[in-house]
């Protein structure tokens, strides 16, 4: 444990911001998982709802520095590269 009182109070930010970001983390995943499962099922109108909901999750996720840029983007254009094909 740390003793000094700065080094207590980035203990607690660091707790808070890795519960924070591990949340964004997990909603980017499930959102993934669901346009795979509905790419695989060829429902088009939930694969552009979700494929636009996951890139504003994904664009966020950049913006607060949880995730990096190039790691959105080639997310983003995968997933929107498997959607084309089946519409």
Do not use: G
């Amino acid at each position: 444990m740390p003793i000094k009182k700065s080094a207590q109070k980035a203990l607690r930010q660091t707790h808070k911001r890795t519960l924070v970001n591990r949340v964004i983390k997990v909603n980017i995943v499930d959102l993934q998982k669901k346009l795979e499962k509905a790419i695989s099922q060829k429902k088009n109108s939930e694969v552009k709802s979700l494929l636009s909901e996951l890139a504003q999750a994904v664009d966020k996720a950049v913006k607060t520095n949880v995730m990096k840029k190039n790691t959105a983007s080639r997310m983003k254009s995968r997933l929107q590269k498997a959607a084309n094909k089946i519409s």
